[in-house]
């Protein structure tokens, strides 16, 4: 059966993500952004900098067959940097110094050393380190940081593997990922809209929610509640991925006026 849409999972590495050290702020950026190209983000997984680790995570979305996959996290110098050991391991492939990754390392030590007018010396084992990818992987260019992006075309799967510094990962994704991304898409797009009600409870509300899915074949309706028990205030957040076609805008304002006028109903009947 033919998949309706473009499906994503994101993999975040890092032992600092997992012991609460650092916020996973990645993960929320990039659910937002492959969201609103028209994506379906289907999971965020968090795991340990440890090569076994990474690859059984690999395998496991590999074997869902999304049409992307995102890592984000262990592609610098250091000795817990393991995502592209982890990615050779799951793919059974050989690790080796890629010619084009290297460039792009020695093209930044350069511009450092450049800025700081410093001689400019051999890189170092750590720093070659960065340029030593899976067989068969095509680095993609860093714009801010010094360690590249990878990517890997894997049966039907295109999986990139991002540095975990916010600003690189934003960057590479914009400038290099996005496109991708959105030309896979098509003319799906994504709509979202929210309103906020007070003095009702949740329980009141979910039956009217249920209703307006129903009546509405492909609106998503979430509540989250704002406030506290005693003192309810509520957002309601409607959202609908679809073919522009499909006046996909259109179909989400009648679901919202017809939630709107539920509510109101309900709310005159309590008082």
């Known amino acids: 059966m033919k998949r309706l849409t473009v499906e994503l999972e994101i993999i975040c590495i890092g032992n600092e993500l997992l012991i609460g050290k650092v916020l996973n702020t990645n993960a929320y950026w990039l659910g937002g952004q492959a969201t609103n ?4 983000v289907k999971r ?8 076994f680790e990474i690859a059984q995570v690999i395998l496991e979305v590999l074997a869902r067959k999304p049409q992307f996959i995102i890592t984000t996290g262990g592609l610098g110098p250091t000795f817990d940097d393991k995502t592209l050991q982890g990615i050779a391991k ?11 990754a290297l460039e792009m390392v020695k093209e930044k030590y350069i511009q450092y050393a450049i800025a ?17 990818l899976p067989e068969k992987t095509e680095p993609v260019k860093n714009p801010i940081g010094t360690a590249p992006s990878i990517r890997v075309d894997i049966d039907g799967t295109v999986l990139f593997a991002l540095p975990g510094v916010p600003s690189e990962m934003e960057a590479i994704f914009t400038q290099s990922i996005a496109p991708i991304v959105k030309q896979t898409v098509g003319d799906v797009v994504f709509c979202e809209k929210s309103i906020f009600v007070s003095e009702i409870m949740e329980s009141t509300l979910a039956p ?3 209703k307006v899915m129903n009546d509405n074949p492909g609106i998503y309706i979430k509540s989250h509640p704002k406030g506290e028990e005693n003192k309810p205030h509520i957002e309601i957040h409607l959202t609908l991925r679809a073919q522009s ?3 996909p805008s259109e179909k989400i304002l009648k679901a919202l006026n017809e939630l709107i006028n539920l509510i109101q109903q309900t709310q005159k009947n309590l008082h």
């Open 116 to 132: 700081k007018k410093r001689p400019v010396g051999e890189l170092t084992s750590a720093q070659i380190k960065m340029a030593t």
């Open 37 to 40: 190209l028209g994506v379906d």
């Open 44 to 51: 965020v997984t968090v795991v340990q900098d440890i090569v």
């Open 245 to 247: 076609k499909n006046q």
């Open 208 to 210: 009217l929610i249920d």
């Open 90 to 100: 799951a793919l059974n492939r050989n690790s080796e110094v890629n010619p084009k």
